[in-house]
């Protein structure tokens, strides 16, 4: 069977390679794998899923269609469709949230989780009516757990302010979220008067540089309450002042006389008078806020000569950083509230000028930026060149992040001139980057944010990133043989080194440095004779015959050197080496090498054959590793006939991983169980004694084990006899559960389960042991499928350990005891509460207790540590 990958790279070759003279061939091309990025982008997938091609056109505007609970658990994320409230992922949450200073309230949600679906029409109203004061987005962890667990979310639904990634604790009630997220806001209004409004609108710099709204107040029912001028001075912060002039009869200002006494009236810059006010008709914050932007100038449009002198300018660098919008009124796309949204680009980047250029008015007509759709923002550089925003997402706040980005990065949509010269360098002091990519490709519009994160210099050496549309520029990326998107090569010194595929800044970085400073030895005859061939006893050599036009050999290069990094970093018995075949026939044909890549193992013990990888694997850095750690030294004892006395006979426990040679499985696994042997050293330094012994048991090697192709993991408590009938003990065996990951962490959740431990187990005591006790507690509310959970349990024996004799621990299963965790008022899981204890015996605690929102051990017990101090000194300041 052909993989997805192995055909389009066929139809690939078979399109450019078997069709050189065909001038179709790159558009074909084009067109197939079009249709398997649509497949990788799990975005563009759920559209085509909802609404077929037509919901991969540019101008879709799907949506406001509410499906059932059993839809979207199966489906997509629960707020995937609502147009106010925005899905994030790992993708774009650094850019969208951290780097742009909004206020965000976000929900992090599993389509799973049952009190989600509750919050669901709640959180749709909240976004509703703080549309335009704050950013409401949405993650579902279920999707995206990496991200949740980054930012510390234990349990779902959490609701989470940013920046300062608070944390909201209170009813799920939507006049209590709004309050909550209300009092977040930062902004400024002004009680403005007849004394002050000449000083605020045309001498305090601050001030007199913006228009102002103000509302002429005289009666409640007639003015914005509280609540709705926050919301409007959000909505309108960098763009306009919010002042409240006071016209009761009792408290009328002369400047109600004077102007107006009633109603909200907007007001150009340095002009607070009759003459000039413009009457807005509304009390609605929304109404108000798009009747302002529709008064407010348009975005100026350059002229041809400001034009042509920009483009001359541009190559050397411009004295003020330029962003130019380019149109075609027949072809622009953009509704009319994305239009006035787009007036508030010049208050928001006030060091920045601002144009807009019809490209049929120009007599160039854009044609050095290949613009093939309408409106394109380009950022003009005072470091020279200039960035187009190939991005879709043409909201103001997708613009904005744009600009923010494009500002501080070097990176440049490169000129043929620019592209050639780049090829041309053989400088050592300077490394040029260059992505070739189409704009309608996912994963290339993914990674131009990365690109931009790249430093300029790196271990003294100048670092140049450009972009390429291939679309644009046909010809150049077919001369330069790409077969795929994206595709990024770094040219160092005359010679090419290509990545393949979306890759991290970090990457990107690690690629650079691997360039520099080789993971992967280049062999040749006499370095592979010298060093492989010869290698000392206990030296692994890992060897990849490659040939340099090979395609899964360019997809294996990066995985490799990141394999190697890893592995060389923590073993230093193992080296790893490459041999170019086209380069080294000879050698390569000695070695029985017939196929592209081939990747072999040379072992550390001199008499044993080298072994090649197996082909029927994943070529990714950790199946390779999997593969490489499994001939390396372990911690971990193998064991044959010997398990009936060393461990059936032993009086210490054992863990055995009972496993077959041939079981895919269990070689995968293998690493895991390497780790549970480090682990376990862990384990013994927190209880002060050996926790267990650790071994493999061959099914080879054992005459009555029946053949089986999942690996099965089994732990042997032993319990000495207190009389000498039996000297070889009791034991009992404990399998491993069968539906549990087989990774480190659970493995060590799992054993430390059947360990002694300082963690009660609490039901219905709760009531009378915790809540009557006037000892302080901790107790973890958990359920036994939540993988939060099992994860944390280690942590909490920590800290059972940490503050044994000082606190009293506990954990209590909700599955098994609704009652106490819904008196408790346990919404999350793992909830870990604090219970102070009581002031006076026979009276009880509340059930609450003290929410704790971390599971880093130190941390937990810094907060019970200062609690109890504050608890003890309030209680003696009452006696």
């Given at each position: 069977?052909?993989?997805?990958?192995?055909?389009?790279?066929?139809?690939?070759?078979?399109?450019?390679?078997?069709?050189p003279d065909?001038?179709?061939?790159?558009?074909?091309?084009?067109?197939?794998?079009?249709?398997y990025?649509?497949?990788?982008?799990?975005?563009?997938r759920?559209?085509?899923?909802?609404?077929?091609?037509a919901?991969?056109?540019?101008?879709?505007?799907g949506?406001?269609?509410?499906q059932?609970w059993?839809?979207?658990?199966?489906?997509f994320g629960?707020y995937?469709d609502?147009p106010e409230i925005v899905?994030?992922?790992r993708?774009d949450?650094?850019?969208a949230?951290?780097?742009?200073?909004?206020?965000w309230?976000?929900n992090?949600?599993?389509?799973f989780?049952?009190?989600?679906h509750?919050?669901?029409p709640?959180?749709?109203?909240?976004?509703r009516q703080?549309?335009g004061?704050?950013?409401?987005?949405?993650?579902?962890c279920?999707?995206?757990p990496?991200?949740?667990?980054?930012h510390?979310?234990?349990?779902?639904?959490?609701?989470?302010?940013?920046?300062?990634r608070?944390f909201?604790?209170g009813?799920?009630?939507?006049?209590?979220?709004?309050?909550?997220?209300?009092?977040?806001?930062n902004v400024?209004m002004?009680?403005?008067t007849?004394k002050?409004f000449?000083?605020l609108?045309?001498e305090?710099?601050?001030?007199?540089?913006k228009p102002?709204?103000?509302?002429?107040c005289?009666?409640?029912e007639?003015?914005l309450?509280?609540?709705?001028?926050?919301?409007?001075a959000a909505?309108?912060d960098?763009?306009?002042?919010?002042g409240?002039?006071?016209c009761?009869?009792?408290?009328?200002d002369?400047?109600c006389k004077?102007?107006?006494n009633?109603g909200?009236a907007?007001f150009?810059?340095?002009?607070?008078?009759k003459?000039?006010?413009?009457?807005?008709?509304?009390?609605?914050?929304?109404?108000i806020y798009?009747?302002?932007?529709s008064i407010m100038?348009?975005?100026?449009?350059?002229?041809?000569?400001?034009?042509?002198e920009?483009?001359e300018q541009?190559?050397?660098g411009?004295?003020?950083?330029t962003i130019?919008?380019?149109i075609?009124?027949?072809e622009?796309?953009?509704d009319?509230n994305?239009e006035r949204e787009?007036?508030?680009?010049?208050?928001?980047f006030p060091?920045?000028?601002?144009?807009t250029?019809?490209?049929?008015?120009l007599?160039?007509?854009?044609?050095?930026f290949?613009?093939?759709?309408?409106?394109?923002?380009?950022?003009?550089k005072?470091?020279?060149?200039?960035e187009i925003?190939y991005s879709?997402?043409?909201?103001?706040h997708?613009?904005?992040?744009?600009?923010r980005?494009?500002?501080?990065s070097?990176l440049?949509?490169?000129?043929d001139e620019q592209?050639t010269?780049?090829?041309?360098?053989?400088?050592?002091?300077?490394l040029?980057?260059?992505?070739y990519f189409a704009?309608w490709?996912?994963?290339?519009?993914?990674l131009?944010p990365?690109?931009r994160?790249?430093?300029?210099?790196?271990a003294?050496?100048?670092i140049?990133?450009?972009?390429?549309d291939?679309?644009g520029?046909?010809?150049?990326c077919?001369?330069?043989?790409?077969g795929?998107?994206?595709?990024t090569?770094?040219?160092y010194?005359?010679?090419?080194?290509?990545?393949?595929?979306?890759?991290?800044?970090?990457?990107i970085?690690e690629?650079?440095?691997d360039?520099?400073?080789?993971?992967v030895?280049?062999?040749n005859?006499e370095?592979?004779?010298?060093?492989?061939?010869?290698?000392?006893e206990?030296?692994v050599?890992?060897?990849d015959?490659f040939?340099?036009?090979?395609g899964?050999?360019?997809?294996?290069?990066?995985e490799?050197r990141?394999?190697?990094r890893?592995?060389?970093?923590?073993n230093?018995?193992v080296s790893f080496?490459s041999?170019d075949?086209?380069?080294?026939?000879?050698?390569?044909v000695?070695q029985?090498?017939?196929?592209?890549?081939?990747?072999?193992l040379f072992?550390?013990?001199?008499t044993?054959?080298a072994?090649?990888?197996p082909?029927?694997?994943?070529?990714?850095?950790g199946?390779?590793?999997?593969?490489?750690?499994?001939?390396?030294?372990?911690?971990?004892?193998k064991?044959?006939?010997?398990?009936?006395?060393e461990?059936l006979?032993?009086t210490e426990p054992?863990l055995v991983d009972?496993?077959?040679p041939?079981?895919?499985?269990?070689?995968q696994?293998?690493?895991?169980?390497e780790?549970v042997a480090?682990?376990?050293l862990?384990?013994?330094?927190?209880?002060?004694q050996p926790?267990?012994k650790?071994a493999?048991?061959?099914y080879?090697?054992?005459?009555?084990?029946?053949?089986?192709s999942q690996?099965q993991?089994a732990?042997?408590l032993v319990?000495p006899?207190?009389?000498?009938?039996?000297?070889?003990?009791?034991?009992?065996?404990i399998?491993?559960?069968?539906?549990?990951w087989?990774?480190?962490?659970?493995?060590?959740?799992?054993?430390?389960?059947?360990?002694?431990s300082?963690?009660?187990?609490?039901?219905?005591?709760?009531y009378q042991?915790?809540?009557?006790?006037?000892?302080?507690?901790l107790v973890?509310?958990y359920a036994?499928w939540?993988?939060?959970c099992?994860?944390?349990?280690?942590?909490?024996?920590?800290?059972?350990?940490?503050l044994?004799?000082?606190?009293?621990?506990a954990?209590i299963?909700?599955?098994?005891?609704?009652?106490?965790c819904q008196?408790?008022?346990v919404r999350a899981?793992?909830?870990v509460?604090?219970?102070?204890?009581?002031?006076?015996?026979?009276?009880?605690?509340?059930?609450t207790?003290?929410?704790?929102?971390?599971?880093?051990?130190?941390?937990i017990?810094?907060?019970i540590?200062?609690?109890?101090?504050q608890?003890?000194?309030?209680?003696?300041?009452?006696?």
């Amino acid at each position: 069977m052909v993989r997805p990958f192995e055909k389009r790279k066929r139809q690939s070759l078979f399109i450019n390679n078997k069709n050189p003279d065909d001038p179709d061939a790159h558009a074909n091309f084009i067109k197939i794998n079009r249709a398997y990025e649509v497949l990788k982008d799990e975005e563009l997938r759920k559209k085509y899923d909802q609404f077929g091609e037509a919901g991969l056109k540019d101008d879709f505007q799907g949506g406001n269609q509410y499906q059932s609970w059993q839809f979207y658990r199966d489906n997509f994320g629960i707020y995937d469709d609502d147009p106010e409230i925005v899905t994030l992922s790992r993708a774009d949450f650094q850019q969208a949230v951290v780097d742009s200073g909004d206020l965000w309230f976000i929900n992090f949600y599993s389509t799973f989780c049952g009190h989600c679906h509750q919050l669901a029409p709640t959180w749709r109203e909240l976004a509703r009516q703080m549309e335009g004061v704050i950013r409401i987005g949405a993650v579902n962890c279920a999707e995206d757990p990496m991200l949740c667990q980054s930012h510390q979310v234990m349990g779902y639904p959490s609701l989470v302010a940013f920046p300062e990634r608070l944390f909201y604790q209170g009813p799920r009630e939507l006049n209590k979220l709004v309050e909550f997220i209300m009092s977040k806001l930062n902004v400024e209004m002004h009680r403005v008067t007849f004394k002050n409004f000449e000083a605020l609108s045309t001498e305090w710099v601050k001030y007199a540089g913006k228009p102002w709204v103000i509302d002429f107040c005289d009666d409640e029912e007639y003015c914005l309450s509280k609540i709705n001028r926050r919301k409007l001075a959000a909505m309108l912060d960098g763009l306009a002042n919010i002042g409240t002039v006071k016209c009761p009869e009792v408290q009328r200002d002369l400047l109600c006389k004077k102007i107006r006494n009633s109603g909200v009236a907007f007001f150009p810059t340095g002009q607070i008078n009759k003459e000039h006010e413009y009457e807005l008709s509304s009390l609605d914050p929304k109404e108000i806020y798009n009747e302002v932007l529709s008064i407010m100038p348009d975005i100026i449009e350059i002229s041809q000569q400001q034009y042509q002198e920009l483009l001359e300018q541009s190559e050397n660098g411009l004295e003020i950083p330029t962003i130019i919008r380019f149109i075609k009124e027949s072809e622009s796309s953009m509704d009319q509230n994305q239009e006035r949204e787009l007036k508030k680009l010049p208050n928001m980047f006030p060091d920045i000028k601002f144009y807009t250029a019809d490209c049929a008015k120009l007599e160039d007509g854009c044609a050095q930026f290949h613009i093939d759709t309408y409106p394109k923002f380009v950022m003009f550089k005072t470091s020279g060149g200039y960035e187009i925003n190939y991005s879709k997402k043409q909201s103001v706040h997708d613009i904005a992040a744009f600009i923010r980005e494009s500002f501080d990065s070097h990176l440049n949509s490169l000129t043929d001139e620019q592209y050639t010269n780049a090829l041309l360098s053989e400088s050592e002091d300077e490394l040029w980057i260059i992505d070739y990519f189409a704009p309608w490709c996912p994963p290339c519009l993914k990674l131009i944010p990365e690109l931009r994160s790249i430093p300029d210099n790196l271990a003294g050496l100048k670092i140049h990133t450009g972009t390429l549309d291939c679309v644009g520029h046909k010809e150049i990326c077919q001369k330069a043989g790409i077969g795929s998107y994206p595709t990024t090569i770094m040219y160092y010194k005359g010679h090419e080194h290509k990545n393949v595929g979306y890759h991290s800044t970090e990457e990107i970085v690690e690629f650079i440095n691997d360039i520099l400073n080789p993971s992967v030895e280049e062999l040749n005859f006499e370095t592979f004779t010298n060093q492989v061939i010869n290698r000392e006893e206990g030296r692994v050599w890992v060897v990849d015959f490659f040939a340099p036009w090979c395609g899964p050999c360019q997809q294996l290069a990066p995985e490799y050197r990141k394999m190697a990094r890893a592995m060389r970093e923590t073993n230093d018995k193992v080296s790893f080496g490459s041999v170019d075949c086209d380069a080294h026939r000879n050698l390569c044909v000695q070695q029985g090498i017939n196929t592209y890549p081939t990747i072999r193992l040379f072992s550390g013990k001199l008499t044993n054959k080298a072994v090649d990888y197996p082909s029927n694997w994943w070529r990714d850095a950790g199946s390779m590793k999997k593969w490489v750690t499994e001939w390396l030294p372990s911690l971990v004892e193998k064991l044959g006939h010997e398990f009936y006395q060393e461990v059936l006979g032993s009086t210490e426990p054992w863990l055995v991983d009972f496993y077959a040679p041939w079981c895919g499985h269990c070689v995968q696994f293998a690493p895991s169980f390497e780790q549970v042997a480090k682990l376990k050293l862990e384990t013994e330094s927190l209880y002060g004694q050996p926790a267990f012994k650790i071994a493999l048991f061959c099914y080879s090697e054992c005459c009555e084990c029946t053949s089986s192709s999942q690996v099965q993991l089994a732990l042997f408590l032993v319990f000495p006899m207190r009389t000498n009938e039996r000297p070889l003990g009791v034991f009992e065996r404990i399998d491993y559960p069968s539906n549990w990951w087989r990774d480190a962490g659970s493995m060590q959740r799992w054993v430390t389960e059947w360990l002694p431990s300082l963690v009660e187990k609490l039901g219905h005591e709760f009531y009378q042991e915790v809540l009557g006790s006037t000892e302080p507690w901790l107790v973890d509310f958990y359920a036994p499928w939540c993988g939060h959970c099992v994860q944390f349990a280690p942590s909490f024996e920590q800290v059972a350990k940490m503050l044994e004799g000082k606190v009293r621990l506990a954990k209590i299963d909700c599955d098994q005891y609704p009652g106490a965790c819904q008196t408790a008022q346990v919404r999350a899981y793992p909830s870990v509460r604090l219970y102070v204890g009581a002031s006076h015996q026979g009276q009880r605690q509340e059930a609450t207790g003290i929410p704790i929102q971390s599971q880093h051990p130190e941390t937990i017990v810094n907060f019970i540590k200062q609690t109890l101090r504050q608890h003890k000194k309030r209680f003696e300041d009452e006696l």
